[in-house]
């Protein structure tokens, strides 16, 4: 669905907002609330990866970044990311069911809907929890960074705790990064359903919802579908 949104949305562009005088309220509208709130929703999963890399990468250097706030920093970041995931989710499919429910006489899209964002809360809340973190718990309560805060916070003090925070950061890291990398698989196979339901939901009536493409979409994010 990626590569598919992204050639409508430069084809969109190219041929009604060369000259942006002339856009009608309604297109300004319709290519708002589909592309450009999808394109938020790519921002937010490329954001969820950049935690990633920055988590997986090598331990940093200035002395005066301690360990833990480096580590809490960017899983403190993960975690609200997941949360804006899931609204602009959930807000995306709400768009669309509008869009589809003013477009149609379909009395059983509503609950189609409802239950993808019933889905979507459902599984986005066990990614969270997949620690023991409480949706609103910053990482700090942690069991993984709860020695390594410890250990942060006694170095400039004495140089025996540097070495043991050194150590508890690779034991957090080894665990973090394992731990997002299992969620990295469960978001990709998570908005794929998504985009898929939303593919179908919209397809039909095309013409009324969605500027005129026919090709289907690749899987997104080059995840391949289970046979």
């Not at 297109?27 to 708002?32: A, S, V």
């Not at 804006?84 to 059983?108: C, G, H, P, V």
């Not at 150590?167 to 394992?178: C, N, P, T």
Request: aromatic share 10%.
């Amino acid at each position: 669905m990626a590569d598919w949104a992204n050639s409508i949305i430069v084809d969109q562009a190219t041929d009604t907002f060369r000259d942006a005088a002339d856009v009608s309220p309604q297109i300004r509208k319709q290519f708002d609330e589909v592309f450009r709130r999808f394109s938020a929703i790519m921002s937010c999963i490329d954001n969820l990866d950049l935690a990633l890399k920055f988590v997986e990468a090598r331990r940093p250097r200035r002395k005066d970044i301690k360990l833990d706030q480096y580590l809490n920093y960017h899983i403190t970041a993960y975690i609200q990311e997941i949360y804006i995931l899931s609204e602009r989710l959930e807000q995306y499919a709400t768009l669309m069911m509008r869009r589809k429910t003013r477009s149609t006489n379909d009395a059983k899209a509503t609950e189609r809907f409802n239950r993808l964002i019933s889905q979507l809360r459902d599984s986005l809340e066990k990614i969270i929890k997949a620690r023991g973190t409480h949706v609103h718990d910053r990482p700090f309560d942690d069991e993984s960074l709860t020695m390594l805060s410890t250990y942060s916070f006694l170095a400039p003090r004495d140089e025996r705790f540097a070495a043991l925070a050194a150590k508890e950061y690779r034991k957090a890291k080894k665990i973090w990064v394992e731990t997002l990398k299992a969620n990295k698989k469960q978001l990709d196979d998570l908005i794929d359903h998504y985009c898929d339901f939303i593919y179908e939901e919209l397809v039909p009536n095309w013409t009324d919802m969605l500027p005129n493409n026919s090709f289907k979409p690749t899987p997104l994010r080059g995840v391949g579908k289970a046979s």
